[in-house]
């Protein structure tokens, strides 16, 4: 989540939320699509005998079972980069954060799979929010996230899921919003 926008009139929070279009996705993809593109090449060359590589000569190679093996794993590889590059493409899990007290309403947007439930888009009155909860879980695999408490419905996650952010922004965004919604803020 990156910095909140608030208007001139200081009635509206808007909180953009970065979803799959990260650089570590862009990365992945590439990589995946590039490594897949070579395994591939290198098993289609080992079965024809003409070198489709340029640097390398997998066409030593014997198809059963190597050759064989590198064109499995090469088909393998392009489906993962078709997967990563499709919700880079889709921006799966990005959207914003929305909270305007002239309308008395908080919304939270989030993209998701293409299907019937590609736009998630949930409103609740600002009445019904209870408190604006931290989450911080230290140690191998670290959870730093921020919850927005709603009576009846439970937490709502605000952050983008994925790599945590970092401790004193995510402090930040809490205690901002929870000074905008004039609601307390939990687990610090």
């Known amino acids: 989540m990156t910095a909140s926008k608030a208007t001139k009139e200081d009635t509206v929070l808007y909180q953009p939320v970065l979803g799959a279009r990260r650089l570590s996705n862009y990365w992945w993809a590439s990589v995946t699509l590039l490594g897949g593109a070579g395994f591939l090449l290198a098993g289609v060359s080992s079965y024809t005998g003409l070198n489709l590589l ?30 990563l590059w499709l919700i880079v493409l889709w921006d799966v899990g990005g959207g914003y954060n929305r909270f305007d007290k002239q309308a008395q309403e908080a919304q939270i947007f989030r993209w998701g799979f293409p299907g019937n439930n590609r736009q998630i888009d949930l409103h609740y009155p600002l009445s019904d929010i209870l408190a604006v909860r931290v989450d911080i879980k230290e140690g191998i695999n670290p959870k730093r996230a921020l919850y927005l408490r709603v009576k009846g419905k439970g937490d709502m996650p605000l952050t983008r899921v994925g790599q945590p952010l970092p401790l004193s922004q995510l402090e930040n965004q809490g205690a901002e919003l929870a000074r905008f919604l004039q609601v307390p803020l939990e687990g610090l």
């Open 54 to 83: 340029p640097f390398a000569d997998p066409t030593q190679l014997v198809f059963l079972p190597q050759g064989i093996a590198m064109c499995f794993y090469g088909v393998v590889g392009l489906l993962l980069s078709s997967y």
